[in-house]
């Protein structure tokens, strides 16, 4: 799922070429991100779309060559001047008068000849990588050009870039191009995706784009010495494909600024973006005012919340802190960095939503469009969640730059720890972290790479936290030491509890929202919900996303078997906030329901419970002692694996895999539950207080 659909698409016509283009946002001025060589798409600028897109117009299209454009096989389809000409015909077309041009690597060249040949057209110019051929271009490309099309018996290194290698093993060029172009650590998924973007053209397109080059050295400094508009390059220094002297070179001959990213390679608004994004922003458009300022004696306290909209438990336990905190903050002034579902708990406990919020691309959306049948691969679906976790982050750095915090608040807040410590200059305010699972976990049916892709995101964790200790002023994991499953990060990491306990504070006891029913006791709560004398109440529920609604569908399914065993058994099936009720089977006697804002509370007052696998809502249950059955996702590690294992702490709920969810299995052990005391081990209470605590001597 993108962080942002276009406002507008279409297609432009130039001599028989279909082009693809894109706009997204208003106002001025418009930012128009260039095609870069055809091995890749506009998808290359996903992380700038959508945050540019919320301060000026983006136009962006795709090169001819890769995308939804087309592919022409003759090479002088590929010259130069047809990119520069595409460019111009698309920006006609999208009445768009002139622009921000934004370039990457081949795209300097076409960039180089709108801004020379049509400077009325060109506002500013951003070089990224730029591979315009200058003076420190020319030893590498000759000695790559003199054995292009040369055949050989073994291909290493940069003999693969090469004519025949490329039409032999498109694959194996496109890993070996992506990898020396990505030499950042912990780059799979960007390299990854470049791989896939590649792999979307042909070996014969690439060839032509190749051969269809022709620009000189003479002619791009030319060119490059016409430039009038400020000039903006950004060069990697460990930039393999073009060298960071080619950016060098083209800077000092506009005039321009030069940014040297240190440590970088040949694409770093994909592996650095909060760096390029900022940089561009700075360049590129108008200076934005705060909209306040203050004298810091005269500021109130103030406190950024971001909960996770992964799941409600967050937005339970996280308002029942705040609760806990303004009890030890007199006058604190909290908002929240949320998204529905969190927001609609938020809002039925009248908390303050930031207006930024309207800007979050939706992870509760994408979450679901990752699901399959009663299947979720957590971890591959985060990680493909990049692209709205990273448009997320910048909302969230935006709306902490335009108002003053004493605190921020992350309850597995990913997008925010995990871009902090990439660019840690960014903090300016206390900074707390929660949490209730350490490290991802690999599902031992997904073979090698799921070892590999979970050990490496693990490693770079650690990696972070270890080299900025300082970022997080807390760092607070909602239970027990011993809640940690045992085990390692992965070949050569370390174990998770001890890495955990050296680095985490513990609440002790998990953080059961407002406790209901400590306050006003089960027998009220059946009362005040209806729940008749003689009647076993069940609730179905599958949690705050739409992953659930095929297990919900099978459990209401079981209504009529356990009626049969069970006179007086009354089955409430909860299909949450985002599970269409209308999708839902129609069984008679099953009362069905929607967004339910006091389901903690409900399932306080039940007989029994048939759930996901999710933490909160089964600890919930686990505390309230009552009788549940849970079903973990497939593939889904944290509930097969984290919640597992404590669950089995507390000798609470009774797991079943979906497939043995049968209507007379489910019936049978219904029964079962409800004949049988329920002997949980007690959860601790005061969670939510110790945690505020913590966080309150931040304050």
Not at 333 to 340: N, P, S
Not at 378 to 401: G, T
Not at 516 to 533: I, P, W, Y
Request: charged residues 25%; glycine residues 8%; proline residues 6%.
């Amino acid at each position: 799922m993108r962080a942002r659909q276009p406002d507008r698409e279409g297609y432009t016509v130039r001599k028989g070429v279909r082009l693809h283009w894109e706009v997204h946002g208003q106002g001025t001025p418009t930012v128009f991100l260039l095609p870069a060589w055809s091995i890749i798409h506009s998808r290359h600028w996903k992380f700038q779309v959508a945050d540019l897109a919320r301060h000026c117009r983006v136009l962006v299209m795709d090169g001819r060559g890769n995308g939804l454009s087309d592919r022409p096989l003759d090479p002088a389809a590929y010259a130069e001047d047809e990119f520069a000409a595409d460019a111009l015909a698309v920006m006609d077309d999208t009445e768009t008068a002139d622009a921000a041009l934004v370039s990457l690597s081949n795209g300097a060249r076409w960039a180089l000849l709108l801004a020379a040949e049509h400077p009325e057209r060109v506002i500013s110019a951003a070089f990224i990588g730029p591979a315009a051929p200058f003076a420190p271009w020319a030893p590498l490309r000759s000695a790559i050009s003199a054995v292009f099309d040369e055949k050989f018996e073994e291909y290493v290194d940069w003999m693969k870039f090469n004519s025949h290698y490329w039409l032999e093993a498109h694959r194996g060029f496109l890993e070996f191009f992506f990898g020396r172009a990505l030499p950042e650590a912990h780059s799979t998924k960007p390299f990854e995706d470049a791989v896939a973007w590649g792999l979307e053209t042909t070996p014969e397109v690439l060839l032509a784009t190749d051969r269809g080059l022709s620009m000189d050295e003479v002619r791009a400094s030319e060119l490059a010495g016409r430039v009038i508009c400020p000039v903006l390059v950004i060069h990697g220094d460990e930039d393999e494909i073009v060298m960071h002297p080619n950016g060098a070179a083209l800077a000092e001959l506009t005039h321009g600024r030069l940014l040297t990213m240190e440590g970088s390679g040949h694409i770093p608004h994909l592996r650095d973006p909060v760096t390029v994004n900022l940089a561009l922003r700075d360049f590129a458009l108008p200076a934005r005012p705060r909209a306040e300022r203050r004298r810091g004696p005269r500021r109130p306290r103030r406190a950024l919340f971001v909960s996770s909209p992964i799941g409600l438990g967050h937005a339970r336990r996280d308002v029942a802190i705040a609760r806990e905190l303004r009890h030890r903050v007199p006058n604190l002034e909290i908002e929240w960095l949320a998204q529905d579902p969190v927001t609609r708990v938020l809002q039925t406990h009248g908390e303050t939503i930031h207006p930024a919020s309207r800007d979050l691309a939706s992870e509760s959306r994408h979450i679901e469009l990752e699901s399959g049948s009663h299947r979720l691969h957590v971890f591959e679906a985060w990680r493909r969640m990049d692209e709205i976790l990273f448009s997320n982050f910048m909302v969230f750095l935006d709306a902490v730059r335009e108002r003053d915090y004493d605190l921020w608040i992350g309850d597995e807040a990913w997008e925010v720890d995990h871009y902090l410590h990439e660019n840690p200059e960014l903090k300016q305010a206390a900074y707390v972290w929660l949490t209730d699972f350490v490290g991802w976990l690999p599902m031992p049916t997904l073979g090698k790479h799921d070892i590999e892709l979970t050990a490496d995101y693990n490693a770079e964790m650690i990696e972070h936290i270890e080299r900025y200790p300082w970022l997080r002023d807390r760092a607070i994991f909602i239970g027990r030491p011993r809640d940690v499953p045992p085990g390692t990060f992965g070949p050569n990491l370390p174990e998770i509890r001890k890495w955990t306990q050296r680095h985490y504070q513990f609440t002790d006891g998990y953080i059961l929202g407002l406790d209901a029913t400590a306050r006003v006791g089960r027998d009220e709560l059946r009362r005040r919900f209806g729940f008749r004398e003689g009647e076993t109440i069940c609730i179905a529920s599958v949690g705050g996303s739409g992953v659930g609604s095929e297990l919900l569908g099978r459990l209401m399914g079981a209504f009529p078997a356990v009626l049969r065993r069970l006179p007086g058994f009354r089955m409430i099936a909860v299909a949450g906030p985002r599970i269409d009720v209308s999708t839902l089977p129609q069984v008679d006697g099953v009362e069905v329901r929607g967004f339910v804002p006091d389901l903690d509370q409900q399932l306080a007052a039940c007989d029994v419970a048939l759930v996901q696998g999710g933490l909160s809502t089964t600890m919930e249950l686990t505390a309230a002692r009552r009788p549940f059955i849970y079903f973990p996702l497939r593939d889904h590690c944290e509930q097969n694996f984290q919640v597992r294992h404590r669950l089995e702490q507390y000798r609470a709920g009774r797991r079943m895999d979906f497939d043995e969810a049968t209507q007379e299995h489910l019936a049978a052990t219904i029964e079962s539950l409800v004949s049988q005391p329920v002997e949980y081990v007690d959860v601790e209470g005061g969670g939510a207080a110790r945690a505020a605590k913590l966080i309150a001597e931040l304050l």
